[in-house]
């Protein structure tokens, strides 16, 4: 049996937080998968078995029964799934996912917190409850975009935050981090600290990770890969600085990450996880 996948964009406010919520239902590809830094967060609510995270080689594995909250990492999360899986979740814009925090991003960096622990257990309860009895996919995230609604609160520092979030993503990293902070009209010390209270890293190290997943994106396993000329447009300094930068995001050379893109490609051709999450074993 497959996985079924349903994803739509919120409507507004949520849509300049988030970009899409989505259902999860199946048997995955692999039990683990391994899932590179994105300039993103997620939230899941877990409505089937516990899944396992680990966070990094130097971190134990945990178990999430409920569901589990992510800020932007700054390394790969191995996740390690149930023979079948069901779960709604959100891929938050990296600032989105600050006005339903009720700690500092900067607290969660590499440290995955389950639901529970962000919201409450009596809130979390009751949320898995209505979505465990909706009637399908699609009513679903119309109720978790209810709960969101619901839980969007005023946040300090958000717009200069998303402004200036905005800039590097415009450039795919590629801008003067200095630049930016003398353009807010605000010191590169103050910008560092609101970026790690709202997204957990600072506007340098998002700058790092949106550079990497757009070089990262522009490669078809399917095709030889100019590894030189991807590094220069992506704006590395050479191929040695691009695998570097490769190793510390993924884990992988590139040539050992294109060898495991193209055995997801001829496992299971079309899946709809293909794209990002690699086979962890």
């Not at 399908?136 to 209810?146: A, I, K, Q, V, W």
Request: glycine share 8%; hydrophobic share 40%; proline share 9%.
């Amino acid at each position: 049996m497959g996985v079924e996948y349903v994803s739509r964009v919120p409507r507004p406010p949520l849509d300049g937080l988030i970009d899409d919520l989505y259902y999860l239902e199946g048997t995955p590809p692999y039990a683990r998968l391994t899932l590179p830094p994105m300039p993103a967060a997620l939230l899941i609510v877990n409505l089937g078995a516990p899944f396992r995270i680990r966070a990094g080689a130097d971190i134990e594995t945990a178990e999430y029964a409920d569901g589990c909250v992510v800020t932007t990492p700054t390394r790969a999360l191995e996740f390690g799934y149930p023979p079948r899986t069901r779960s709604v979740g959100v891929h938050f814009k990296p600032w989105g996912l600050a006005p339903f925090l009720p700690m500092p991003a900067a607290e969660l960096c590499d440290r995955p917190v389950t639901v529970e622990q962000a919201w409450g257990r009596p809130a979390t309860a009751e949320l898995r409850d209505r979505l465990g009895t909706a009637a399908g996919p699609h009513e679903m995230l119309t109720l978790l975009e209810e709960e969101l609604t619901r839980r969007l609160s005023e946040t300090a520092s958000l717009g200069l935050v998303r402004h200036t979030s905005g800039v590097i993503v415009a450039t795919s990293g590629a801008v003067a981090i200095g630049d930016l902070s003398a353009a807010a009209g605000v010191s590169s010390t103050h910008l560092a600290q609101r970026f790690k209270e709202l997204i957990g890293v600072t506007p340098k190290r998002l700058a790092r990770t949106y550079r990497f997943a757009a070089a990262v994106f522009t490669i078809n396993p399917a095709e030889p890969i100019d590894w030189s000329g991807l590094a220069n447009g992506a704006g590395y300094f050479d191929q040695a600085h691009f695998g570097h930068e490769f190793r510390e995001f993924t884990g992988l050379t590139p040539t050992r990450y294109l060898e495991v893109r193209r055995r997801f490609l001829r496992d299971h051709p079309g899946h709809a996880l293909d794209g990002w999450p690699l086979p962890a074993d």
